[in-house]
């Protein structure tokens, strides 16, 4: 408990991404540690910085047609899913909340011919997608710059891959799409939690990827799942995602119970 404290106390000093290679290996690997809580009540502006262009997506384009692999998915069932939901000759319309590969894309349209894809992401992300979709003539794929923009369209699948958890406003963005989502919702590669109602959510410092700081939400399922209620979605599945492995020792003293790194998926009644 020891290391606990030192570990939470140490990271969240000023210019703490920086610590020698060898004090975080001592604190951070041995002690499988991935996540501390931080001091914000809400996430840092530019807190997730940009990776992509152009070029990376046409590396990732060219690489799916040599190969037939994704460069990179957070939850490797969701083809075999959307099989199980929908024929393949049917139409349906899918949007993929932050989505930002395009192989992504060509991996699902390539199974359902007939599906409607929508996309949205930042600004900086959607003129990238843009460009490759002119370029390649993507004719089913719809990029959305706002909210507003994904509110003209009703969807039968939303997909937050691993991105719920990186959107300041994620209450307002579900109360806008739960009542035009008409079957399922799946967020992947998220972190939940149970107990503690008064806290719905608190921001969490990662640190797996430093000096490159990133900070993100956990999340309270219990008051998550209430709000999917209103709208009369139940939970179908609720699997831990094991791409990644942590330790959660640096959380017991917020008393809350539970916390893991899961794939959830609701269908509506």
Known sequence: MKNIYLINKIYNLPFSEYISGYV???LLKNNKITFIPSKFKTLPLNNHPIQNSILQQEEIIENYKKNNKLSFNTFSGLKFLLK???EKESSFNFLDF?????D???DICGEFKNINYFLINLPEVNKIIKTMKDKYNYKNLTILNNLDEVKKNQYDFVFFGSTLQYLNNYNDILLNILPITKKHVMFSATHFYSGNDSLKKFVVKQLNFLPKLL???FINLDD?????KKFNFYVEFDRLNKTHISSYDTFKYLKINNIKYTDIFFSKK
């Not at 932050?98 to 395009?102: A, I, R, S, T, V």
């Not at 998550?224 to 999917?228: G, H």
Request: no cysteine.
């Open 84 to 86: 199980k939901k929908f």
């Open 224 to 228: 998550l799942s209430n709000q999917f």
């Open 98 to 102: 932050g989505g930002d590969k395009l």
């Open 215 to 217: 900070y993100l939400y």
């Open 24 to 26: 975080k290996k001592k």
């Open 104 to 106: 992504f894309y060509l």
